[in-house]
């Protein structure tokens, strides 16, 4: 629900746009903040634009930071608040496809929207006259959920082609639908001109919205998802079988879609069967993927890296992918559950869960029957959790330093074996957790191995 009523701004904000208005300037509100507002939501980040220049906004307030005065923006620091205030500008050549050439300062607020992106982020507010500014009929857009550039859309994307990307986030975050002639200015090879780090940090605002599935079937169709995931492009027409109502790109899409909002979760879940195009084989048993899960693992690392992930997300997302076939059942035995959650990781073993339920409800079966597995085996998994057992080799009743004292060997390959054995023996029989006990069996283990 639009609303079309005097924008309400904080307190402090108001203050900061009073002390710029009786300086003599204008002083607009812009971008997301009014927009926003506009579709019924409150505001967290606030933008000011004014024709005052950055040296004179500077000399207003008493705390500000240079963020970018080099193309005219100062942050205004108010008690724990931080609020940008750009000049009204003019925007030339985009030469390294993110920055303007140079910067031309202007006098009025229609100048400054029209260099803006799309016409929904081109609308201005005054809060001193309380009344908004839209050139571009950004407010109709709005109403129609309509995703239209300001100007020549092939002019917009040529100067900064993440603007693609950033269409495709509005998609996704605003359930918004882009208008034909903007679509079919989409040159998804000028994405190669962006970085990596700027492409992922896009990609990921867009996997974090709430309803992330028609943006990424978009990604496919324009090409941008051969530009930037060619892995998962590859996806696109590779069948699973009866029990898959889509194919290997749009199940993808769909697990995507059902995992919680977490950027992890979401990323395994959209790469957990990325290896199945060159995994692929037929028998006449049916369509077979075998060791998709493994080459996946690898391909999942390849494109974090590619993207300049932080070894963190690399880490969790590849050993989801890889743990995403496990066969543990409800009705496993405590051992083999035990052995499950080491062999995953602790700390990945609930997420792991996540991603099967995702997986199964994005095939052929019912919400209940994903529910019922799922809620079973998380149950199972929490009993052995709540136990306490040993099922990593800092929760054994020894360490490294005590196998050499008591074995009288040095540091080296042989004590993470012996720790490896030990481990797997306590994993099967929690009860041999006992300092003495396992020194007498890495002593043992040492005398039939060695």
Same mark, same amino acid.
């Given at each position: 629900m639009l609303r079309d009523s005097i924008l309400k701004?904080? =307190?402090?904000?108001? =203050?900061v746009c009073s002390t710029i208005y009786n300086a003599g300037y204008q002083v607009y509100v812009v971008g997301g903040a009014v927009r926003d507002y506009l579709r019924g939501e409150n505001p967290t980040d606030w933008d000011l #634009?004014?024709? #005052?220049r950055p040296e004179q906004v500077e000399a207003l307030f008493p705390k500000t930071i240079p963020t970018g005065k080099q193309f005219g923006t100062i942050t205004v620091v108010v008690g724990e608040n931080f609020y940008e205030v750009t000049t009204f500008r003019k925007e030339g050549r985009y030469s390294?496809?993110?920055?303007?050439?140079? %910067? %031309?300062?202007?006098?009025?607020? %229609?100048?400054d929207l029209e260099r803006r992106d799309f016409t929904i982020n081109a609308i201005a507010y005054d809060p001193i006259n309380q009344e908004y500014v839209d050139p571009f009929n950004g407010f109709s857009d709005l109403k129609r959920k309509l995703l239209r550039t300001v100007g020549d859309p092939s002019e917009r994307f040529a100067e900064d082609p993440l603007r693609i990307l950033r269409l495709l986030r509005f998609v996704a975050t605003l359930e918004f639908r882009p208008e034909r002639r903007t679509l079919h200015a989409i040159e998804p090879g000028s994405l190669q001109e962006?970085?990596?780090?700027?492409?992922?940090?896009?990609?990921?605002k867009l996997l974090m919205a709430k309803?992330?599935?028609? #943006?990424?079937?978009?990604?496919?169709?324009? !090409?941008?998802?051969?530009?930037?995931?060619?892995?998962?492009? #590859?996806?696109?027409?590779?069948?699973?079988?009866?029990?898959?109502?889509?194919?290997?790109? !749009?199940?993808?899409i769909v697990a995507a879609q059902m995992v919680k909002p977490s950027l992890h979760l979401r990323l395994a879940a959209l790469f957990h069967d990325i290896a199945k195009p060159v995994c692929m084989s037929r028998s006449d048993k !049916?369509?077979?993927?075998?060791?998709?899960? %493994?080459? !996946?693992?690898?391909?999942?690392?390849?494109?974090?890296t590619r993207l300049r992930y932080r070894s963190s997300i690399k880490e969790s997302v590849s050993r989801l992918v890889r743990w995403h076939m496990f066969s543990i059942h409800p009705l496993s035995s405590d051992r083999a559950i035990r052995r499950f959650i080491s062999k995953v990781g602790v700390d990945y073993i609930i997420d792991l869960l996540e991603i099967r339920r995702a997986d199964? $409800?994005?095939q052929r079966f019912s919400a209940k029957q994903a529910y019922e597995f799922i809620s079973d $085996?998380?149950?199972?998994?929490?009993?052995?959790?709540?136990q306490e057992a040993a099922l990593t080799v800092k929760d054994l009743a020894i360490n490294g330093d005590d196998i050499m004292e008591n074995l009288n060997i040095p540091p080296g390959k042989q004590v993470g074996e012996i720790i490896k054995y030990l481990l797997d023996r306590v994993i099967d029989e929690p009860n041999l957790n006992e300092k003495e006990i396992l020194i007498k069996l890495a002593k043992k283990y040492i005398n039939t191995t060695y």
């Open positions: 701004t904080p =307190e402090q904000l108001m =203050e #634009a004014t024709n #005052a390294d496809k993110r920055h303007p050439d140079e %910067v %031309v300062y202007t006098e009025t607020i %229609v100048d962006v970085s990596k780090e700027r492409i992922r940090d896009e990609f990921n309803k992330i599935d028609d #943006a990424l079937e978009l990604m496919y169709t324009t !090409g941008v998802m051969d530009i930037i995931l060619p892995e998962l492009a #590859a996806c696109k027409g590779v069948s699973q079988g009866d029990r898959h109502q889509w194919d290997v790109l !749009g199940h993808s !049916g369509i077979h993927f075998y060791r998709h899960e %493994v080459i !996946g693992e690898e391909l999942t690392k390849d494109i974090l199964i $409800l994005a $085996l998380y149950d199972r998994i929490q009993e052995i959790l709540d």
